[in-house]
């Protein structure tokens, strides 16, 4: 089994930057794929970014590339998610995720562990 925890949620203003962290703990964590997703009210599950167990192989969809960074630090147990150049539209319930694989995928299905979210929300 393992436990996600995010933390680092809040209101900022547009044009501002937040750093998500997600805090796993039970199963060795450097064996996982860790992902952040998001949700918005009445919007499907999003994803935002993976990063392999190696720390390589992130990817982002258009609507973040250039703004945020994904990054891990297997020693703590921890990933990271850097929101920069904030806007109204990354409003949502952030998640971390997991999977037992090496393999980065975009799929929220292929995750096998959530954390329990964590709310941003972007003023205009």
């Known amino acids: 089994q393992v436990q996600l925890v995010e933390s680092g949620g809040g209101l900022v203003q547009a044009g501002g930057s937040l750093r998500l962290s997600c805090r796993a703990s039970?199963?060795?964590?450097?064996?996982?794929?860790m992902g952040w997703f998001r949700q918005a009210p009445g919007n499907e599950r999003e994803f935002v970014t993976a990063?392999?167990?190696?720390?390589?192989?992130?990817n982002y969809p258009d609507s973040v590339k250039g703004r945020f960074t994904i990054s891990r630090d297997n020693a703590k147990n921890t990933v990271y998610l850097q929101m920069n150049s904030l806007k109204p539209e990354d409003t949502a319930v952030y998640y971390c995720?997991?999977?037992?694989?090496?393999?980065?995928?975009?799929?929220?299905?292929?995750?096998?562990?959530w954390g329990q979210g964590t709310q941003v929300t972007v003023s205009s």
């Open positions: 039970g199963r060795t964590f450097s064996i996982y794929t």
């Open positions: 990063i392999s167990r190696s720390g390589g192989s992130p």
């Open positions: 995720a997991a999977r037992l694989s090496a393999i980065v995928v975009t799929a929220p299905i292929a995750y096998d562990y």
